[in-house]
Nanobody, 125 residues
Framework: QLQASGGGLVQAGGSLRLSCVASGFASDFGSVAWFRQAPGKEREGVSY????????TYADSVKGRFTISRDNAKNTLYLQMDGLKPEDTAVYYC????????????????????WGQGTQVTVSS
């Protein structure tokens, strides 16, 4: 099970840190990711970390503003969001899979079988 938290209401330019706690051993997950879904839009990939890669990958829309990290000792995945914009408003989901994802599929929601329940992020202008 994945439990996401940390969402809330923030003004444009502000920051939030999302957390996603996994029951079980987070170090077993080959790929961990954050997605978001705005009203009326499809779920989109925000960022992911996969085993064996030198660093995380980000969607262009959040590059330079968001930072993904994982703490295997705490079984927790994080998403630090800085410089928030109104267009970042969405429900944010964490997702995991045991296998290491291939590059072309790592930001595809269909690649992940395990999902958190989502946490609402609202950015006011």
């Amino acid at each position: 099970q994945l439990q996401a938290s940390g969402g809330g209401l923030v003004q444009a330019g502000g920051s939030l840190r999302l957390s996603c706690v996994a029951s079980g051993f987070a170090s077993d997950f080959g790929s961990v990711a954050w997605f978001r879904q705005a009203p009326g839009k499809e779920r989109e990939g925000v960022s992911y970390i996969r085993s064996g890669s030198p660093g995380p990958t980000y969607a262009d829309s959040v590059k330079g503003r968001f930072t993904i990290s994982r703490d295997n000792a705490k079984n927790t995945l994080y998403l630090q969001m800085d410089g928030l914009k109104p267009e970042d408003t969405a429900v944010y989901y964490c997702a995991t899979r045991f296998a290491r994802c291939l590059t072309y599929m790592c930001l595809d929601p269909s690649s992940y079988p395990y999902w958190g329940q989502g946490t609402q992020v609202t950015v006011s202008s």
